[in-house]
């Protein structure tokens, strides 16, 4: 791939993939979990966030390609069959991210213009998600710039307002310290909720083939992007827990919007609530472009039915790709709820992450000339230890969740062990062709139009 990013390019699509649905709807359900100390979760989150973009920043110098976890996890072990499972789950939570932005699309923000069933909304809501993919990763990703702008003046929005009125001496900062009955079990389940709300910086490795000086730029761009996130995000949780009464927060699916009305502004409540849907919607979008691409290219290697690597003639963009994620996106929409499919994201992610850490220690047996950043020993340890802590049972995640991450991962076995069948053969994963490039393949398949795909929460 060409090399076109530098830093200051890069940390703008960082920033742009970690900003998203989490916050705008999901910080209700996490006041819910914890109470008014609504900054605590976000911090925990923020801190598990930093020690796993440590890894991935020493792993992108080890590996400067566009494969991401995948990639880092087959170089460590060289168990295919691993391989493959983590390259699923990245698919899955592209998945379970979308089902969490499309179930809350019918929720409180569009009640402010109309009231409507959210299957309805959220079907017609994905087939034109759906529609814009098919269109092309350009004009997709053209779209989703100027979204993520507006989610930006959303999220300024919310500073500014609500900022201003508690330096005023609006609402109540005594809820800071109050933190549920249940205590580290709910700052536990919180955690994991709030954890939805800073993912997305982890795809921002497949860039690494298009940045310049990528050893030295990389780490940069994804520390300053996760930090200037981070504590957008604990201000925000700051803001809302001192203007908006947790039970009141936990209520709503649309918390930011009982913030912005609580600062006692003449803010037009409809424009806000229209800036809220646009963000989530930007966010389903993002991540059925990412698990597209990934279909396509597993696909394309036949270790999944080689049916999803077929792309649209001109378009050239994965249409069994992006219409079997968007079909299984509408039946979570339907089987789950906002918190449980937040949740199961979380959880794939967590699985990976952990994956990741470990590679990164395991790795370090290959020494790399040059190698540019590298975490303290104790930084993927504790990365590793605290990802797989916060996917067990003891984050207090409901079960409902690991039995819906169980039977999707069964999902992808079943699709493996389809394509073996009809390969007739045992083919290993090449994690280099999970990010096909968009200029595309010139002799036999044609390739899908991407230059690589990034979730966002």
Request: contains cysteine; hydrophobic residues 55%.
């Amino acid at each position: 791939m060409r090399r076109v990013l530098g830093y200051r390019l890069l940390l703008v699509l960082i920033v742009g993939d970690i900003l998203g649905a989490g916050i705008y709807t999901l910080s209700g359900v996490v006041a819910g979990e914890i109470g008014g100390a609504l900054w605590l979760p976000f911090l925990v989150a923020f801190v598990l966030a930093a020690l796993t973009a440590c890894s991935y920043a020493e792993l992108v110098g080890r590996y400067p390609q566009a494969a991401g976890a995948a990639l880092y996890v087959q170089q460590a072990v060289k168990i295919p069959l691993l391989t493959f499972m983590v390259a699923f789950a990245v698919v899955l939570s592209g998945i379970t991210s979308a089902a969490t932005a499309s179930r809350a699309i019918g929720g409180d923000y569009l009640e402010e213009f109309v009231t409507l069933p959210v299957a309805l909304v959220a079907a017609v809501f994905l087939l034109v998600v759906l529609a814009v993919n098919l269109w092309g990763v350009k004009q997709s990703l053209t779209i989703n710039l100027v979204l993520t702008g507006v989610e930006v003046v959303g999220l300024l929005t919310v500073l500014g307002l609500g900022g201003t009125a508690v330096l005023t001496g609006v609402g109540d900062l005594g809820r800071l310290g109050e933190i549920d009955a249940d205590g580290l079990f709910a700052i536990f389940g919180a955690t994991a909720l709030a954890f939805y709300a800073l993912i997305g910086f982890e795809d921002s490795v497949n860039l690494a083939e298009e940045t310049r000086e990528p050893r030295k730029v990389f780490p940069k761009a994804l520390f300053t992007g996760l930090g200037l996130t981070g504590v957008v995000y604990l201000l925000i949780a700051v803001i809302s827990s001192t203007l908006v009464a947790a039970e009141d927060l936990a209520q709503s699916d649309g918390p930011l919007l009982l913030v912005v009305e609580a600062a006692g502004f003449d803010y037009p409540s409809q424009l806000f609530a229209l800036i809220s849907l646009v963000a989530v919607s930007n966010t389903a979008l993002i991540n059925l472009i990412m698990a597209s691409r990934l279909l396509y290219g597993m696909g394309r290697q036949r270790v999944i039915p080689g049916v999803f690597a077929r792309v649209l003639p001109g378009r050239r963009t994965p249409w069994v790709g992006a219409a079997v994620a968007t079909a299984a996106t509408y039946v979570l929409v339907l089987t789950g709820e906002l918190d449980g499919l937040a949740d199961t994201t979380v959880l794939f992610l967590l699985l990976v992450f952990t994956s990741v850490n470990v590679s990164c220690l395991v790795s370090r047996r290959d020494r790399v000339p040059g190698q540019g950043f590298r975490a303290p020993t104790a930084v993927p340890v504790l990365g590793a230890v605290a990802s797989a802590f916060f996917a067990s049972p003891f984050a207090d995640r409901d079960a409902d969740v690991y039995v819906r991450a169980g039977i999707l991962l069964l999902v992808g076995l079943a699709l493996a062990g389809v394509a073996r069948l009809l390969r007739g053969d045992t083919a290993v994963l090449d994690v280099a062709e999970l990010s096909a490039d968009a200029e595309g393949d010139e002799a036999g398949v044609g390739s899908a139009d991407t230059r690589g795909s990034r979730p966002r929460a």
